[in-house]
């Protein structure tokens, strides 16, 4: 049987700079990605604001600590402190490389890397290509990957991780394509599988796919995930596909308008206006629509976003894409008509556990990227720190990764894995099952967005607590309808299903064993910082098919505990 | 309540393990103002017919995942609103969706992306760094506006394949090197930090390679980020007569345009093949050249051909021109 040196599953910005920087390291590794899409189709390709880096090209007076600083303060104090430090500190030299490698950043008039100012951070250091930077990034390392040979194993889908007392022995994967289950047996397995913010379903800002397959894998395997209990939301999704409409409507004067007529934000932030912090943003939205001054519509409540009196030459020239975007996914046009929003989750904290050198607590399993808790943004992540967080610990895993890899013993899994899982797939497409995977789906977006949203509180947590062991238990009866081999999606799309609702429970079971407000987790039950009870990481464990949470300490460094204001 | 229709959804079907050739679906469906035709897919998928394939992702116009046919137009599922769509339809309310052309079909909507893939690399569509590894990242290149506007746009590319669907030379030469791949060759020939544009450049000038481009320009039509695309074939083209195949097919094809015109004001087409491939490949053409004569479909000799009325003008363009060093 063929043997990997090194697996990385996973083809977004994280996977393939890791995979690139392996190959940069020890060209003679034997190393391959396992991605569920084409690499260059990634989520990494829909950041679009930036990387952080204190370059001081745009600010001559940053420094790299006051990026950490910046970062951890954004964090509301949960980030570890020496991690976030690495961030900090690799962070221009993996913007340079990207740059040496022809990624097309914008540029200052001097010929160097532009930097704009972004939320949270002290200085303008915000590196970025126009409002495509994520897109130019990930073609930039799938063309260095296709440069350097990089093995890639495109439309497979990631089923199990495999271990042996305590070892990591590879994965196996479905051939999409082929419908055959694979196995991939490697003495160091990286998992860089995105993010799982899409387990609010129809409101989340996420591609279809950020289902959190490796965070699922990783639980079911026997280790611990972290922080789970952390989602970001934007203030302004579209009302339809929780598509995000960028924070630059608002700058360019935008105003957020409820059914009665009114600018609501003077309610909550009289002088900033529409342009307050985007949690307290999100949380005002959230309070109109709960309180019956949103719009009503059969797809769902939503408020305005009223560009109107901005006048077409404006939003024309400066705000081209939102209205594309407007017209494109809700068939309105921003200069005639309010473009109708609501808060949409778009970027997850949690993750798996790891070090700060990537490292999970199974030997040879590495995780990295929006799958990975390492942890940096804590309760709350910066604008332009999570691309910024791909680089940095892909190029770190990936350089650790190809100096162990020679040191290991080499691996196997038998055989008798593939049965198993072709007979759990068989057992899906029976004619005694019953329950539609979209009905599933559809009601665990739905309880998560109603209960674990902005505002949380014990009740509503202990309904989606509830909600979600009822939608598992109904899972077991889920029906694949296609019992063709070639390009089952159906059979996918179930699959998926099935890690976000272990997803799904852990971010729930976080948020009520949280009894504390920090960061992206407000409970209108416990509205303050409680850092005598709650300074401490959340840790979940799957143990007899129960989910246990547990908490670990923060590291700290030189920065004590503050109070959080801007 | 919005503006609701039923719409049926006109479906290329295909599974290859059950299916001896492929069919229509007819599915029909009531949708509000404001849905995306990628919307319409999901619930069709969710609600009527789980097996039906297709392939989509980020649903923001950037992943580049649902190229489609969409009443016979390439484009991004994702991009494209239903009611806009009805407007375009032959059959009222009636929205034809297929797979992407010249690709081979894996099922329903999906079709096999991988020659793109061994194109990319056939043609080096990488930045080949000036530097060695151990200096990456210690300091950056400075990059005027100039430069950077030369292959900023290029970088919008998705690889959606909409152009590649489009084009018309790969439908006769699946071989061909395709838009896309022609667009990122240039993005990569114009950047200061490659180091290998003479060798990319000799492959891409070669058989199946820039100069088989015709010029029909669909690939800019289709482009979902409005690229112009032929911007970047013209550049590669002028590269490549300043370089490195002078003597190349196509560039002797394009140099016995440019004579004609400036002789005669139009095409001797009767000495173009000769003067585009020689004497000896031409051979291998008589069949076909016999059948032309039988047919009457030899174009004249030249000495036959006279100049057009007023080529004086024609030549006065060319002397502009060369003023203009062009």
């Known amino acids: ?65 006051k990026h950490i600083f910046d970062t951890i303060k954004g964090s509301d104090y949960l980030a570890d402190q020496d991690a976030a430090s690495i961030l900090c500190e690799e962070a221009p030299r993996v913007i340079r490389e990207l740059e040496n490698l022809g990624t097309p950043f914008s540029r200052m008039d001097d010929g160097t890397i532009a930097q704009r100012p ?97 965070i699922a894998a990783a639980l079911r395997a026997g280790v611990p995930l972290k922080d789970m209990e952390f989602v970001q939301f934007h203030p302004t999704g579209l009302r ?117 050198t990537g490292r999970t607590i199974m030997k040879g399993l590495y995780a990295i990227g929006e799958c990975a808790c390492v942890s940096v943004h804590g309760a709350n992540r910066l604008g332009g720190n999570s691309l910024l967080e791909i680089l940095v610990f892909g190029k770190i895993a990936g350089h650790e990764a190809a100096l162990e890899a020679k040191s290991l013993n080499s691996v196997s899994i038998s055989n008798s894995i593939i049965d198993k899982h072709k007979k759990y797939f068989r057992s899906l497409m029976q004619p005694s099952q019953y329950e539609r995977y979209g009905v599933i789906r559809e009601e665990m977006g739905t309880t998560l967005a109603e209960n674990v949203g902005i505002y949380r509180t014990e009740k509503n947590l202990i309904q989606a607590i509830y909600d979600i062991k009822k939608l598992i238990e109904r899972f077991k009866r ?37 009894k504390e407000s920090r960061g992206s987790h407000s409970r209108t039950d416990y509205t303050k910082r409680d850092d005598v009870n709650f300074h401490k990481h959340t840790m979940f464990t799957l143990s007899d098919g129960n989910l246990d949470v547990s908490y670990k300490p923060v590291i700290m460094g030189k920065y004590e505990l503050e109070e959080r204001t801007y | 309540m919005e503006e609701q229709k039923e719409i049926s959804f006109r479906i290329y079907r295909y599974n290859p393990h059950f299916d001896k050739k492929p069919y229509y679906d007819n599915i029909r469906i009531t949708l509000e103002k404001g849905i995306t035709v990628l ?64 690709f081979t079909i894996m099922r329903d909507l999906v079709v096999d992306m991988d020659p793109l893939v061994e194109k990319l690399k056939y043609y080096y569509s990488w930045v080949n760094p000036k530097m060695p590894v151990h200096e990456l990242g210690k300091k950056e290149y400075l990059i005027s506006e100039e430069k950077f506007q030369e292959y900023d746009q290029a970088t919008d590319c998705i690889l959606c394949a909409s152009c590649v669907s489009e084009c018309l030379m790969m439908e006769v030469n699946p071989n061909y090197i395709s838009p896309a791949v022609l667009l990122k060759s240039y993005r990569m020939n114009v950047d200061e930090r490659d180091s290998m544009q003479k060798t990319r450049l000799k492959k891409v000038t070669s058989d199946g390679g ?38 190349s097919e196509g560039a002797k094809h394009a140099k016995a345009f440019i004579t004609d015109i400036k002789r005669k004001g139009r095409l001797v087409e009767f000495t173009l093949i000769t003067r585009t491939l020689g004497f000896i490949k031409p051979i291998f053409m008589l069949p076909m050249m016999i059948k032309m004569l039988l047919r009457r479909r030899v174009p004249p000799p030249s000495f036959m051909m006279s100049e057009i009325p007023r080529i004086e003008k024609v030549r006065k363009i060319f002397r502009k021109l060369k003023k203009k060093n062009f």
């Open chain 2, 210 to 247: 820039v100069w088989d481009c015709t010029h029909c320009y669909k690939c800019v039509e289709h482009c979902v980020k409005n690229i112009d695309i032929m911007k970047g074939i013209q550049g590669l083209r002028n590269s490549g007569m300043k370089t490195v195949s002078k003597r």
């Open chain 2, 39 to 102: 919307r319409a897919l999901n619930f069709i998928k969710e609600n009527i017919d789980s097996k039906l394939t297709f392939r989509a992702f980020c649903q923001a116009g950037i992943c580049g995942s649902c190229g489609l046919k969409i009443n016979g137009v390439s484009k991004l599922a994702c991009m494209t609103q239903v009611f806009k769509e009805l407007e375009d339809s032959k059959e009222e309310n009636v929205i034809l969706i297929e797979p992407l052309n010249n």
């Open chain 1, 478 to 514: 889920v029906k694949v309808n296609d019992t063709s081999t070639v390009f089952n999606t159906n059979l996918v799309n179930v699959l998926e299903l099935r890690n976000m609702l272990n997803i799904a429970l852990a971010i729930s079971a976080g948020a009520y064993a949280r």
């Open chain 1, 118 to 214: 972004f939320g949270g951070a002290s200085s303008p250091r915000c590196c970025y290509c126009a409002d495509k930077t994520g897109h130019t990034i990930l073609q930039t390392l799938y063309e260095q990957c296709l440069r350097l040979g990089v093995k890639f194993y495109n439309e497979y889908f990631l089923i199990s991780i495999e271990e042996n007392d305590g070892v990591c022995q590879g994965i196996t994967a479905l051939n999409i394509q082929s419908g055959e289950i694979e196995i991939f047996p490697a003495k160091i397995v990286i998992l860089a599988t995105g993010g799982y913010a899409k387990a609010y379903w129809n409101r989340s800002s996420n591609a279809a796919g950020n289902t959190g397959d490796g």
């Open chain 1, 240 to 356: 339809k596909s929780g598509l995000l409409v960028t924070e630059g409507a608002r700058g360019e004067g935008g105003y957020l308008i409820n059914k009665n007529g009114d600018r609501f934000m003077s309610n909550y932030a009289p002088e900033k206006m529409e342009l307050g912090p985007r949690d307290l943003v999100s949380r005002s939205i959230e309070t109109e629509i709960n309180e019956g001054r949103g719009f009503d519509s059969t797809a769902g409540q939503y408020i305005n976003l009223d560009l109107t009196h901005l006048g077409a030459e404006l939003i024309t020239k400066r705000l081209p894409q939102i209205r594309e975007l407007s017209i494109s996914f809700e068939g309105i046009d921003p200069i005639d008509e309010p473009i109708p929003i609501r808060p949409t989750a778009h970027y997850s904290m949690g993750g798996i556990d790891t070090d700060k």
């Open chain 1, 1 to 65: 049987m063929k043997q990997y040196d090194i697996v990385i599953v996973g083809g977004g910005g994280a996977g393939l700079y890791a995979a690139m920087e392996i190959l940069n390291t020890d060209i003679s590794l034997n190393i391959a990605v396992i991605s569920k899409i084409y690499p260059n189709r990634s989520h990494t390709s829909a950041a679009q604001g930036g990387a952080n880096a204190a370059l001081a090209n745009k600010d001559k007076t940053d420094t790299i600590e």
